[in-house]
């Protein structure tokens, strides 16, 4: 804690970039820190679509439809509700920390302060490798996308270039990810939107012929198949799909003026998502009846008889699986290039703090820290893996190996956000004063750690229940992984639970600086 305390202290003020943006950092330390500091550079239209990009995903345009057929329309919509709601409380308590100390460790620079150095440096590196693998599963899965185009050539291809597209894009700067994603982003959501336009004309019966309106929503035992068993199962699916909201707190802290655009990105993106979420199953629901053996498609080779596809299709759009195959394109390489964004920046803020090998904590002139860019890059480069052992394969095993580990840090987040405003309390502080607060608290932290627990125990309970050794494994590794950092690093450095009184609330100086001017 001391060593975070100083470096909070010492972060240059006067570092400005050329663009007029204001330097910022992780945890930031050592004797360079003149030179190795991230840069403000994120508007709030930036944070807002990577937040938005962040959720929207395959899980969403092709998996939706095998949540429909195994709990029923009702079920799954009882299902990604109650995930919906678990992500505004998480999303809620993110919020009020990051608002409050914007900073590119984010996760792992709250862990550590309000919790233990010892639970930061586990979620540091759980998070880091979440979506470091999650860069390498996208790669994989592009392959896969492409070859619908170029059957002939191998998916290996396709992984390399696109991981040195994405690679050069986050190497340009803060701004150019930003901007990136925005577009990719972009894309994404207007597909979701002309989605649910087309949906809400066929339902009427405007487009596409004969409706069957709401009539796969008449018999209750057909729209909740399976009961609350089903629910619970479609329940583990759905949370997969909305990991990556997340990515609004590592983001902020390269936020021009975070203090006002993560608590506008966190009121306004949340309901966005909901709003996409539930609206397309209840449109998949009405148009495909949960019994068609269509929905059962979950993976990207599936694309033709995703649901976007198939009500894209039946709405006479022609060449509706070329343009989904496009968007889903898209949606992996913008999980791909927010996995690379947010893992560099995780490694760049634990070098900072002295939990990772000092060299990744360097940056270059544009604020980019390239030795942690590279590094995680380097992982990407098990998509190649698609090459040995099949691509189907190489995805699912890297996609189950990183799918806990999300799961994981949102635990972190409820947890550090409770002992955030227990700590800002017994420092004499006023909850009135946060830049953002989760007006749930603290029911909010409590509730979320709940709904978590039984997703982290129950997100693979099939492959339990039939002892199928190797699923469970991939499934469950990344806990006993964490656990073991956890109390590995606690034994080594000796570190204890965080004082409420010793806490460290300071935020980056530059924005403790601008507060004062506002202020005078």
């Known amino acids: 804690m001391t060593s975070i305390s100083r470096t909070v202290a010492e972060i240059n003020a006067d570092a400005v970039a050329e663009d007029g943006s204001s330097s910022a950092t992780g945890t930031g330390r050592g004797p360079e820190k003149t030179r190795n500091e991230l840069k403000r550079g994120l508007s709030s239209r930036h944070l807002q679509m990577i937040a938005i990009g962040g959720a929207i995903g395959t899980g969403l345009f092709v998996a939706s439809g095998g949540t429909i057929s195994q709990a029923g329309p009702g079920g799954a919509l009882v299902a990604y509700t109650l995930v919906g709601l678990m992500v505004f409380l998480l999303m809620q308590s993110l919020g009020e920390m990051a608002a409050k100390i914007p900073v590119a460790g984010s996760f792992q620079t709250f862990a550590t302060r309000f919790v233990s150095p010892s639970f930061g440096f586990a979620i540091g590196w759980n998070y880091w490798f979440n979506w470091a693998i999650t860069v390498a599963a996208e790669l994989v899965a592009a392959g896969i996308i492409m070859d619908f185009w170029f059957p002939g050539v191998p998916g290996w291809v396709w992984a390399g270039i696109f991981l040195l597209v994405l690679t050069g894009l986050n190497a340009l700067s803060a701004k150019s990810f930003g901007e990136s994603e925005f577009w990719l982003s972009l894309i994404k959501v207007a597909a979701v939107v002309l989605f649910l336009i087309a949906g809400v004309l066929m339902i009427f019966g405007i487009l596409g012929g004969n409706s069957p309106g709401l009539s796969n929503w008449d018999n209750p035992e057909q729209v909740f198949h399976g009961g609350w068993v089903s629910i619970i199962s479609v329940f583990m699916i759905a949370g997969f799909s909305f990991q990556g909201t997340e990515l609004v707190g590592v983001a902020a802290g390269e936020a021009k003026n975070p203090r006002r655009e993560v608590p506008k990105a966190i009121r306004t993106v949340f309901w966005r998502i909901m709003l996409f979420y539930i609206g397309a199953i209840f449109i998949i629901g009405c148009l495909i009846p949960f019994t068609d053996p269509s929905l059962l498609a979950s993976g990207e080779s599936d694309v033709a008889v995703s649901p976007f596809t198939l009500v894209f299709s039946r709405a006479g759009i022609a060449f509706a699986a070329a343009m989904m195959n496009a968007v889903i394109l898209t949606a992996i390489l913008s999980a791909g290039n927010s996995g690379l964004y947010a893992s560099t920046r995780m490694l760049y803020a634990m070098a900072q703090d002295g939990k990772a090998p000092r060299i990744f904590g ?14 995680t890059a380097a992982v990407g480069l098990f998509g190649f893996l698609s090459a040995v052992i099949g691509q189907g394969a190489a995805y699912a095993w890297l996609l189950n190996m990183s799918g806990l580990c999300g799961f994981i840090v949102w635990a972190g987040i409820a947890i550090s956000h409770y002992r955030f405003r227990r700590g800002y309390l017994a420092q004499g502080n006023k909850v009135s004063d946060l830049p953002y607060k989760a007006s749930l608290f603290p029911i909010g932290p409590f509730l979320a750690f709940a709904l978590l627990v039984l997703v982290i125990a129950g997100q693979n309970h099939e492959a339990v229940l ?45 924005l403790e600086k601008a507060s004062a001017s506002a202020m005078r």
Do not use: C, Q
């Open 362 to 375: 360097r940056t270059n002139a544009r604020g980019v820290p390239i030795p942690a860019l590279l590094a």
């Open 466 to 510: 039939a002892g199928h050794g190797m699923e469970v494994l991939s499934s469950y590794i990344g806990l006993p992984i964490f656990i073991a950092l956890w109390l590995g690093h606690r034994f080594i450095t000796k570190s204890k639970t965080v004082p409420l009184l010793k806490m460290d609330l300071a935020a980056p100086k530059d």
